[in-house]
């Protein structure tokens, strides 16, 4: 049974950075996908970053240039890098693994971005 555990969640300035981390436990197969999603207070979940089985990235507009995704295979830790943070990046974030036919999700991690 995989397991997914985000940290790394807190207050920031804006224009501040934070590293997200989301450890699984169990067998994450090379054949699954993985992403960040966030939800902003009463608002549905969005993705924000996935990476494919294969390596391949992808970002929301909203976040292109400023947040990156990444993977450690060895660690089965995903990570996203998040750099000049704005007040609207403000959301609980999750970690998302999936394949064709499962989907495992995180609990969530809260980032708030404030002076």
């Known amino acids: 049974q995989v397991q997914l555990v985000e940290s790394g969640g807190g207050l920031v300035l804006p224009g501040g950075s934070l590293r997200l981390s989301c450890a699984a436990s169990g067998s994450i197969s090379s054949t699954w996908h993985m992403g960040w999603y966030r939800q902003a207070p009463g608002k549905q979940p969005v993705l924000v970053a996935l990476?494919?089985?294969?390596?391949?990235?992808n970002y929301a507009d909203s976040v292109k240039d400023r947040f990156f995704i990444s993977k450690d295979n060895a660690k089965n830790t995903l990570y996203l890098q998040m750099n000049s943070l704005k007040p609207e990046d403000t959301a609980v974030y999750y970690c998302r693994a999936w394949s064709t036919l499962k989907s495992v999700w995180g609990q969530g991690t809260q980032v708030i971005v404030s002076s």
């Open positions: 990476i494919t089985s294969g390596g391949t990235t």
